[in-house]
């Protein structure tokens, strides 16, 4: 039974539901990107110790694979853009719209200015170990700016990410029109 209704998920959007390569991008990098998220609130608000030092240390390599997961998702996008369920119409899709955009724009440059930065600056950026930006000398100052708001963008992004979580519970518990199946049921 549910192996037959897993097969009914296709892999590519429908006008009513997401298919299962969205659906994967979706958790996939949400989980991720609370990583990101969780790890800058310990290191924003702990002590320093060996295991807040190995949580913070999974910044960098964690948002290096996030970046590439976010240029598939919105090459992704693009190519199902025509086959998507809608997001309804007036001021709540309107609103909707705009949020999920502002979520896209976030997603994609928090990182990218991020690994501009790492380009850039004096350090050598070797996240997996082996060297993928040498050290600058001197330093790229207009690549080492770039990301000056980077932490302040990842904390909008927390709000947004809050924002879109309650609106799901807002469609599903008051208007209870089930929007949470088109990411998560059958
Ligand atoms: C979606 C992915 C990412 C998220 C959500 C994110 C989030 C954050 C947040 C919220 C902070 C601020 C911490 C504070 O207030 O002190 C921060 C800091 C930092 N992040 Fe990220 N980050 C991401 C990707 C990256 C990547 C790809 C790199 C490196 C290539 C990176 C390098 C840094 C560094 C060096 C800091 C400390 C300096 C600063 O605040 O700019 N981050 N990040």
Same mark, same amino acid.
């Given at each position: 039974?549910t192996?037959?209704?897993?097969?009914?998920?296709?892999? +590519?959007?429908?006008?009513?539901?997401?298919?299962?390569?969205?659906?994967?991008?979706?958790?996939?990098? #949400?989980?991720?990107?609370?990583?990101?998220?969780?790890?800058?609130?310990?290191? &924003?608000?702990?002590?320093?110790?060996?295991t807040?030092?190995?949580?913070? =240390?999974?910044?960098?390599?964690v #948002?290096?694979?996030?970046?590439?997961?976010?240029? &598939?998702?919105?090459?992704?996008?693009?190519?199902? +853009? =025509?086959?998507?369920?809608?997001?309804g119409?007036?001021?709540? #899709?309107?609103?909707?719209?705009?949020g999920?955009?502002?979520?896209?724009?976030?997603?994609a440059l928090i990182?990218?200015?991020?690994?501009?930065?790492? !380009? #850039?600056?004096?350090?050598?950026?070797?996240?997996?170990?082996?060297?993928?930006?040498?050290?600058?000398?001197?330093?790229?100052? !207009?690549?080492?700016?770039?990301?000056e !708001?980077?932490?302040?963008?990842?904390?909008?992004?927390?709000?947004?990410?809050?924002?879109h979580?309650?609106?799901?519970?807002?469609?599903?518990l008051?208007?209870?029109?089930?929007?949470?199946?088109?990411?998560?049921?059958?």
């Open positions: 039974m192996q037959a209704n897993d097969a009914a998920l296709p892999l +590519r959007d429908t006008a009513l539901r997401y298919g299962k390569i969205t659906r994967a991008l979706h958790w996939g990098l #949400g989980l991720l990107i609370l990583w990101q998220l969780f790890g800058m609130i310990v290191k &924003v608000t702990l002590e320093k110790s060996p807040v030092s190995a949580i913070v =240390s999974s910044h960098q390599p #948002g290096l694979v996030i970046f590439a997961l976010v240029v &598939v998702r919105i090459l992704w996008a693009l190519m199902n +853009r =025509s086959n998507r369920p809608a997001h119409s007036g001021l709540v #899709g309107l609103a909707s719209r705009a999920h955009a502002a979520l896209y724009a976030l997603m990182p990218f200015t991020a690994l501009i930065r790492s !380009w #850039g600056n004096q350090r050598v950026f070797a996240p997996f170990g082996f060297e993928i930006f040498p050290a600058q000398e001197p330093p790229v100052a !207009w690549a080492v700016n770039v990301a !708001w980077h932490g302040e963008m990842g904390w909008l992004m927390l709000v947004l990410i809050l924002g979580i309650a609106m799901v519970a807002v469609h599903d008051a208007w209870k029109d089930n929007i949470l199946r088109r990411m998560a049921g059958r």
